[in-house]
């Protein structure tokens, strides 16, 4: 069984800044891609930011340098620095882990649970 567990979300006001931080555990042999996904109210999830386990980081357009990607592979967790936030980055942001071989040599993707940011005035 694998979990993954996420926090630092809240409230911010636009401008500011929040990291996000999301821990995969249990009987995990490795993991490919980690990233955020974000869904907001009426819209379909998207993919926000993942980077996989050599470091490869890609990014949707609309946080392209404001959000950062990084992952420290020892403790199976990936996080998400979010600067300069808009209040269009308000949403539930999901943590997935995508190709995970477990210890019993099975495969198979991971979401958490999902950390509500809103960023208002």
């Known amino acids: 069984q694998v979990q993954l567990v996420e926090s630092g979300g809240g409230l911010v006001q636009p401008g500011g800044s929040l990291r996000l931080s999301c821990a995969a555990s249990?009987?995990?042999?490795?993991?490919?891609?980690m990233g955020w996904y974000r869904q907001a109210p009426g819209k379909q999830r998207e993919l926000v930011a993942g980077i996989t386990n050599d470091g490869s980081a890609n990014y949707a357009d609309s946080v392209k340098g404001r959000f950062t990607i990084s992952r420290d592979n020892a403790k199976n967790t990936v996080y998400l620095q979010m600067n300069s936030l808009k209040p269009e980055d308000t949403a539930i942001y999901y943590c997935?882990?995508?190709?995970?071989?477990?210890?019993?040599?099975?495969?198979?993707?991971?979401w958490g649970q999902g950390t509500q940011v809103t960023v208002s005035s």
């Open positions: 249990g009987s995990i042999f490795s993991i490919y891609t």
């Open positions: 997935n882990a995508d190709g995970v071989m477990t210890t019993a040599w099975e495969m198979r993707d991971y």
